[in-house]
């Protein structure tokens, strides 16, 4: 049987990555790795990587593959020990390539990624629900403005409205689904399909199944 430790989530925007990344942090007891809500917090902050980024997250483009590759190559570098997951990257395929020769050269494994396959309707409906906390970041699904976890202000993402998410479902199928494929190819996948609406936990309990048997058939 596989231990696994080192973790990449692959997902469509609004697939419930983050909330499925908290699940798989709590389980497994990893590091997580969120590029997006990293990205987020440079903009917010003003720094120099955040000013360079705003522009492409504020379209709802994809952040240049040589920016993200370097946030993620210096924090796997620094983490190096520990058991992490990657949430949101590699979402290209040169990224995947990016992020396989840097394990390589660091002698790491990667162990498995988790494909969260959620239906183009499901998720459409969904984001036009979705809020999240200004102050604990917890992610809600209907359209809350009081967070349920601190009572904070809940917000809508810039980025989620049904323009910019036409863009990034485009940018999904053409550039993420191939990354999806490629490490199921290979069979370092375990794909999550969800066609109809389920609670977290829900799909969470079927992720957990999936990645018990993708261990012991390892
Ligand atoms: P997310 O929170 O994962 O949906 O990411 C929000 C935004 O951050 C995306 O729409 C992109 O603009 C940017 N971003 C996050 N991760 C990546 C990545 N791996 N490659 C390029 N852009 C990214």
Redesign the pocket.
């Known amino acids: 049987m596989k231990t696994l430790k080192r973790f990449v989530l692959v997902g469509a925007?609004a697939s419930g990555k983050g909330t499925q990344a908290r699940f798989l942090a709590e389980k497994y007891q990893l590091e997580t790795l969120?590029?997006?809500?990293l990205?987020r917090h440079e903009i917010e902050t003003g720094t120099e990587l955040g000013r360079a980024a705003a522009a492409?997250?504020a379209k709802?483009?994809?952040?240049p593959d040589e920016v993200?590759n370097e946030i993620v190559r210096n924090w796997v570098s620094a983490h190096a020990a520990a058991a992490w997951l990657l949430d949101?990257?590699?979402?290209t395929l040169a990224?995947a390539e990016a992020l396989e020769s840097n394990l390589a050269e660091l002698g790491l494994p990667l162990d498995v990624v988790v494909w969260l396959d959620v239906s183009h309707g499901l998720i459409q409906a969904r984001m036009l629900r979705r809020r999240e906390c200004a102050s604990c970041g917890c992610i809600t699904r209907n359209g809350e403005d009081t967070c349920p976890n601190c009572g904070g202000a809940m917000y809508i993402r810039s980025?989620d409205n049904l323009e910019a998410f036409a863009r990034?479902w485009k940018d999904y199928e053409r550039l993420t689904e191939p990354v999806a494929r490629y490490f199921h190819a290979k069979g370092q996948a375990v794909r999550i399909p969800v066609v109809e609406e389920k609670e977290p936990e829900e799909v969470f309990l079927l992720t957990r199944h999936a990645l018990e048997q993708f261990a012991e058939n390892d």
């Not at 969120?34 to 809500?37: E, H, I």
């Not at 709802?60 to 952040?63: I, R, T």
């Open positions: 925007p969120s590029t997006g809500a990205l492409y997250i709802a483009m994809l952040v993200v949101g990257y590699p979402r990224q980025d990034r």
